[in-house]
């Protein structure tokens, strides 16, 4: 009986002392919490007489995105030439579901509406992130045997339209970003009003922004394959690569820091034109190798300017809305005798329904 009863004690100081040490615990976490909600809200805040809420917490959208990319390479010594290619453009449609400021949805390409999905050369992942005073982007390419030769040219005196609008499948590349900037006039001036539709923008206002952002690409490019096909279009005329430009695989990185400008132009009742322009400072790091280096590579550290453009046209009635936007990269790469030229771009239309009224919009 004793020992049960001790037993009994010491059970009962072990549950008072881990629930004393658990209320000290939680309590810590309370605050942490607190600051934490504080922190995220102000992400959020707006001032309401520039830019009208979100009234709802669902939507249904339908989504089409139309994605292309471009490249072009050039030597710069002796007689220059250069290539420039771009895989076939991608249209994607699918439906979207939304919980507040999330979404979730799924596009299939229509070059590939049967659903085979292993004959496409084209895989890709976009996501943005977009707050009253903070935005991310990021996003992964790859595309393979699917390229076609856009504008060649390899000397004086030869005819480019040989080699113009040709499939060529020596060609792979992959693509992988992060950008994070911030939105100083984030009050005033909404960012989702013309990219995430979950606020509308009531009187024009612009803000000034800077980010930050990092991206790896790498070029693979089958100069023998490349070198047969042109004597194949050109017969008789030898024409010779230049060799910068015979090199197998090429690797980018990029680490950025950008500064830009971005306007909300409410030209009519819940219509809204948004263009957006940052200039970015980017530190370039490349290696690759080529036939005339006998230590078989290069390396080339250097800075570069890049630009990123956003334009969007939108109309939301707070229920209702449907429009248009686009975003349009270019990165730039040099060394001695060789430049690289990246433009990505994608243009997305949309139109959706709110649903699901917040307590605070409803009739009392």
């Not at 007689?79 to 979207?96: A, D, I, L, T, W």
């Not at 530190?283 to 005339?292: I, L, P, Q, R």
């Not at 990165?331 to 917040?358: D, M, P, Q, S, T």
Request: proline share 2%; net charge positive; aromatic share 16%.
């Amino acid at each position: 009986m004793e020992m049960r009863r001790l037993l009994t004690i010491i059970l009962t100081m072990i549950c008072l002392g881990t629930w004393a040490s658990d209320t000290l615990t939680v309590e810590e976490p309370k605050k942490q919490m607190s600051w934490l909600r504080r922190t995220i809200r102000g992400f959020s805040y707006i001032d309401e007489n520039y830019v009208e809420p979100q009234h709802y917490n669902w939507s249904v959208m339908a989504l089409g995105r139309y994605s292309w990319d471009f490249y072009r390479l050039s030597t710069t010594g002796g007689e220059r030439q250069s290539v420039s290619f771009s895989p076939h453009n991608v249209f994607k449609v699918g439906p979207y579901f939304g919980w507040r400021w999330v979404f979730l949805g799924y596009t299939i390409d229509l070059r590939n509406i049967n659903l085979n999905f292993g004959s496409s050369g084209w895989q890709g992942i976009d996501a943005s992130i977009y707050s009253a005073q903070i935005g991310a982007d990021v996003y992964f390419r790859h595309t393979r045997d699917d390229y076609m030769l856009r504008e060649v040219n390899l000397g004086e005196g030869l005819n480019e339209r040989l080699l113009e609008d040709v499939p060529f499948d020596g060609i792979s590349v992959g693509e992988t970003g992060v950008s994070l900037y911030y939105i100083f006039n984030h009050q005033r001036f909404s960012y989702p009003a013309a990219f995430a539709q979950s606020t509308c923008q009531k009187i024009s206002c612009g803000s000034w922004m800077a980010g930050i952002g990092y991206m790896n690409s790498s070029l693979e490019f089958d100069h023998e394959a490349f070198q047969d096909l042109v004597d194949e279009r050109y017969g008789k005329q030898k024409v010779k690569l230049d060799s910068a430009l015979m090199f197998n695989k090429v690797k980018y990185y990029n680490i950025n820091a950008s500064v830009g400008y971005a306007y909300n132009w409410v030209f009519a009742r819940n219509c809204l034109f948004c263009a957006s322009g940052s200039v970015a400072l980017a530190y370039k790091k490349s290696h690759g190798e080529t036939a005339d280096t006998d230590k078989g590579g290069f390396d080339v550290n250097n800075f570069n300017v890049d630009a990123i453009g956003r334009f969007g046209l939108v109309y939301n009635n707070t229920k209702w809305y449907a429009g248009a936007n686009a975003i349009v990269r270019t990165y730039n790469y040099r060394k001695e005798r060789f430049v690289a030229n990246n433009v990505l771009g994608e243009v997305c239309l949309f139109i959706g329904y709110n649903f699901g009224l917040k307590s605070r919009y409803k009739k009392k």
